[in-house]
């Protein structure tokens, strides 16, 4: 304990009696000493903590560790309530309350205790500090606060919330004004003018946000706006000063500027190029004296006049080679565009149309300006494009689109080549499945010469479409739009490049093209057949039939031969003849898709050729009675050969027919589709055929191998069917072998592979008729027997009645051969 002070009083006497019971009673109870602040000693083994602070045990503890912390009477847990709009705010040991911003106690005191001393109110900022808002801000209070209201055209600003600034209505995203002023701001408002060139309507007023403006017509003012060589053009808010047609701007001048002064314009001469000596083309270089819109109309049909006059007696032109007057032709063509074009705008008018006597026309249309898309059209052709791709990058001057068609040009460009792309050649190549060797071209329609103010017109930003008229072309022949391309070692070609051809109607064909030239519409004929194949099929054929008629006249006139066999020999080479004719006269495919004759000519030769190989087929069931059965006279019927032998192919016919009529006609020639499989109802049955008398003729030989080897075979029996069996196998071997070859024909671009099926194909009659006729000792003697009586030789006449004497006496000691 702290020693008091000695003060000499009254009460020092006293104050020495307490201190010394306190000491005697703290010897009695024996406090404790270890007591830690804040805290008062209890006995000997507990402490108190003073009030404010609590221990973790509690008020009283007995532990030494313990110590005594402060009280947060303003915590959570706290039933501590200061009132509203009051917080309370926790010291050491204690506690007070205080009012929060915007709030003061009504004594004007700055704390207090307890909820029922709280008498806290709003104070009033804006009567405290009536400068707080700045910029003609104004002061609004608040419940324990205030903010500034910034009057119309200002607003708070964002770094300081008592402070108004302007706002910038014309920038702000919104534009008060209407479109056709201008918005102009100030220190808090705006205004709604009316730009230079522009003045308030009617009514309106210049400067209130509700103005509205027109554009002034500075052309219709009646000031001297423009020069008097120029024509005043009205744009929005200005104006522009074009030169007058068939006048050009002065030197250090620009057209269509305010300020533009325009001079005449000399008319372009045009020279044909070196080496055209025609008395008219001195026409060509004789312009008017000046640009007047009448002599220009004049002149231009004197041009088109004096081109047709060239081009239809060309002296010079049809003595120069190939390739210089191809050359010539496109420099012709050039000079002749850069000339139009140039005498185009020095023209009156919108629009322009001549025809010449000789068919040429040239039409113009010549327009300031313009939007979407334009037309052009004549008699011989139509064009469609964008207003953007005729005019170009062009700012001055009238915009014109021409085009000149003669027929007369094709003199100039006669006997000229076609190159074909490579896409177009594989296309070909696809669609034809053989190689395209080249292709001839035939004008069908008047050469065009398009040309534009634009004269970048290689590669155009949209394509332009083209209706050319043009005269009935030919049959099977491709209709293609194609252009003149100059070209150094050729001097130029036709070619297709960027081009397409949309479709052909009523003697007319629309394309579509990614640039400009002068166009026609060409009659292409592909060289897809090789002319060696040609000529050998039609004069393999020529021959096959010549010979199939002498056997079909053999086996109907010679006597001596007359049997079953013959009758089957005599069907089979009439089924190949009708076929042969049928396959040389309508094989042609008339026009784009197959029509009603191309099929019938499919479905005629499907059912001959079909029937040739029906006939052959009887022939391995005639061999397989006469030799394996050995059975004379077992043979069918006539009636039942020609039941079997023209009934089972009518039958696969009418069956094929039914279920895919449309497969007959193919997309080149009159005959069965190959591409949806309907080749294999003619295939089909001939692999049938040619396998099953395959299997008879192994047979056969095999009976006859048996026969030889007996011990007392009848020779001149075996010897003679041996003979009809080998006969029989050569037919096969060459009838249908030539079509079992022809299935391994999958690649038609070999050369080797086509020429020996052809060949092979074409001669089939040959081979029947030496086989049958020539090699027939018979037959040989009744040919010679009829030439004795052509010629009236007694020799012959002799030789001929003794050998059929003889015949005639053989046969009768022999009768079993006959039948053989």
Request: aromatic share 8%; net charge neutral; proline share 6%.
């Amino acid at each position: 304990m702290d020693t008091p002070q000695y003060t000499p009083s009254l009460s020092t006497p006293v104050l020495g009696v307490l201190l010394i019971l306190l000491e005697a009673g703290s010897q009695k109870t024996n406090c404790a000493r270890w007591c830690p602040p804040k805290s008062t000693c209890i006995n000997a083994t507990a402490c108190r903590c003073s009030p404010g602070y609590i221990s973790s045990s509690g008020e009283i503890f007995t532990s030494v560790l313990e110590s005594c912390d402060d009280i947060n009477e303003c915590g959570p847990s706290s039933t501590v309530s200061c009132g509203k709009f009051a917080d309370c705010q926790n010291t050491e040991g204690s506690y007070y309350c205080t009012c929060i911003p915007g709030y003061e106690l009504a004594s004007g005191a700055r704390t207090f205790r307890n909820e029922s001393e709280n008498t806290c109110q709003d104070v009033d900022e804006c009567q405290l500090k009536p400068r707080v808002c700045k910029s003609r801000g104004v002061c609004i209070n608040t419940q324990g606060s205030y903010t500034c209201k910034c009057p119309p055209g200002l607003e708070l600003n964002p770094g300081d919330p008592n402070l108004c600034t302007d706002v910038n209505e014309c920038t702000s995203g919104q534009n008060p004004c209407h479109t056709s002023t201008h918005c102009l701001n100030n220190i808090g408002g705006y205004e709604c003018r009316c730009r230079p060139g522009w003045k308030p309507v009617p009514g309106s007023p210049n400067g209130p946000n509700n103005t509205v403006c027109e554009d002034v017509d500075e052309c219709s003012s009646g000031q001297p706006t423009c020069h008097s060589s120029t024509v005043c053009i009205n744009t929005v808010g200005s104006y522009k000063c074009r030169c007058l047609r068939g006048w050009e701007p002065k030197p250090r001048f620009q057209d269509k500027q305010p300020n533009t002064i325009c001079e005449e314009m000399s008319l372009p001469t045009w020279t044909p190029p070196p080496g055209i000596k025609s008395e008219v083309s001195g026409s060509f270089e004789k312009p008017p004296r000046d640009s007047d819109p009448p002599a220009v109309t004049h002149h231009s049909q004197d041009l088109v006049k004096s081109m047709d006059e060239l081009l239809k007696e060309p002296r010079d032109l049809e003595a120069l080679p190939l390739t210089e007057r191809h050359h010539m032709a496109t420099q012709f063509l050039l000079g002749l565009e850069t000339v139009l074009r140039t005498l185009a705008e020095a023209m009156p008018g919108d629009s322009f149309t001549y025809l010449s006597p000789s068919d040429t026309e040239l039409s113009l249309m010549i327009q300031e300006h313009g939007e979407g898309n334009i037309t052009i059209g004549q008699s011989h052709a139509r064009m469609l494009l964008s207003w953007d791709v005729a005019t170009g990058a062009r700012d001055s001057g009238p915009t014109v689109v021409g085009i000149l068609s003669s027929r007369n040009m094709e003199k100039l460009l006669a006997n000229a080549s076609m190159e074909l792309e490579p896409e177009k050649k594989a296309e070909l190549q696809k669609i034809y499945q053989r190689p395209v060797h080249g292709a001839r071209v035939l004008l069908l329609s008047p050469v065009n010469l398009v040309f534009l103010s634009n004269t970048n017109t290689e590669k155009l930003d949209s394509p332009v479409t083209f209706a050319f008229s043009h005269s009935k072309p030919e049959s099977r022949q491709e209709l293609i739009c194609a252009f003149w391309k100059s070209n150094s070692t050729k001097g130029g070609y036709w070619a297709t490049t960027g081009c397409q051809t949309l479709g052909t109607r009523n003697y007319s064909t629309t394309c579509r093209c990614n640039h400009l030239s002068s166009f026609a519409i060409l009659m292409a004929h592909y060289d897809i057949e090789d002319w060696k194949l040609t000529l050998i099929t039609k004069v393999g054929l020529s021959l096959s039939l010549v010979c199939l008629l002498l056997c079909i006249l053999t086996f109907l006139l010679v006597r001596p031969i007359q049997g079953s066999r013959t009758t089957v020999h005599l069907h089979l080479c009439i089924c190949l003849f009708v076929g042969s004719a049928i396959f040389l006269a309508g094989i042609e495919k008339e026009g784009e898709k197959p029509g009603l004759r191309c099929r019938l000519v499919a479905g005629l030769l499907h059912y001959f050729f079909l029937a040739a190989f029906c006939w052959m087929s009887l022939e391995g069931v005639e061999l397989y009675f006469l030799v394996v059965r050995v059975f004379q006279g077992q043979g069918l019927s006539k009636w039942k050969l020609c039941l079997i032998g023209y009934g089972v192919p009518l039958l696969v016919v009418a069956i094929s027919a039914a279920i895919k009529s449309e497969g007959y006609g193919h997309n080149l020639y009159c005959w069965l589709d190959r591409e949806s499989g309907f080749l294999w109802s003619f295939l089909g049955p001939v692999i049938l055929v040619v396998l099953c008398n395959a299997v008879v003729f192994v047979t056969t030989v095999w009976k006859l191998t048996q026969k030889f080897s007996e011990i007392n075979p009848d020779m001149k029996k075996l010897k003679k069917a041996r003979v009809l069996t080998i006969t029989a196998v050569a037919q096969l071997l060459v009838l249908g072998g030539t079509w079992v070859f022809g299935l391994f024909l999958f690649d038609p671009q070999s050369q080797l592979l086509s020429y020996t099926f052809t060949i092979l194909n074409c001669l089939q009659g040959l081979f029947l008729f030496v086989l049958h006729c020539l090699l027939n000792k018979k037959v040989r003697e009744e040919y010679r027997r009829w030439a004795g009586r052509v010629t009236g030789s007694k020799y012959s006449e002799f030789t001929t009645s003794t050998s059929g004497t003889s015949h005639n006496l053989m046969q009768a000691h022999r009768p079993s051969e006959s039948g053989m």
